[in-house]
């Protein structure tokens, strides 16, 4: 069934807690949870969130690959477990590329363990469409049928490009629901519910050339920037 661009907004946690949005995608309505970056204090919880929720993959678009900004959230030390909460942690992988680096970690409680992806990468304005479709590809790849966790420090918006493209390579590998691909759609029925979620109007343009790459989808290429500047404003979803 085609799902992408619902979403919802989770209801307000304690001080403390991770606050998140649940975005469809091609097969469910819950594939992508978009956050905020874990904190100090809430490091723990989002360690939780992650086993409880079933998250598979996380995607950290940071402000570069030295992340000078966001705080480490991951154990340091390889092979060695440690301790957030209710859950531990221990790194047993780590792969750097031009574009970013992939770190493969075991998370467990008392009685499970499981293996999660976590990309970390800098900002999607910083890659070239090419580049950026190779990236999903590869994030791709290595999911299983467990959701992707997104957070961006440029804000939720700007992890939108790579919903639209992860969930248009699904349907486009699918002969079944090839025909179903509308970019727009997508994009118009996640900004329905949260007008903030709409990517500023760069991303928008990059996602448009990103597509491009994919195939045959079922809208109209954007031919220059009067004709771009029209649909974005068509985008922009009234109250």
């Not at 992939?102 to 990309?119: D, G």
């Not at 999607?124 to 299983?144: A, E, H, L, Q």
Request: with cysteine; net charge negative; charged share 20%.
């Amino acid at each position: 069934m085609f799902k992408c661009g619902s979403s919802s907004v989770v209801a307000p946690q304690p001080v403390g807690m991770i606050v998140g949005i649940v975005v469809g995608g091609c097969w469910s309505e819950i594939d992508y949870k978009l956050c905020f970056a874990p904190t100090i204090d809430n490091v723990n919880q989002f360690w939780t969130m992650i086993f409880e929720e079933d998250v598979n993959t996380i995607v950290m678009f940071a402000e570069s690959k030295a992340q000078k900004k966001e705080l480490r959230y991951w154990p340091s030390d390889f092979n060695e477990r440690t301790n957030y909460g209710h859950v531990d942690l221990e790194a047993t992988y780590l792969n750097t590329h031009d574009a970013y680096t992939h770190m493969k970690m075991n998370i467990c409680n008392s009685v499970t363990k499981r293996t999660i992806n976590h990309f970390q990468c800098a900002q999607v304005s910083t890659f070239s469409p090419d580049g950026f479709v190779d990236f999903v590809k590869c994030v791709r790849s290595n999911v299983k049928n467990r959701r992707i966790l997104l957070h961006s420090s440029e804000g939720l918006a700007s992890t939108i490009p790579f919903v639209v493209m992860d969930t248009c390579m699904q349907q486009l590998s699918d002969g079944a629901i090839a025909e179903k691909v509308d970019v727009y759609k997508m994009l118009v029925n996640i900004v329905k519910t949260r007008k903030d979620l709409m990517p500023p109007q760069e991303l928008f343009i990059f996602t448009h050339d990103c597509v491009q790459g994919l195939g045959s989808c079922d809208y109209e290429s954007l031919q220059n920037t009067k004709q771009i500047e029209s649909v974005y404003q068509t985008l922009q979803v009234d109250d």
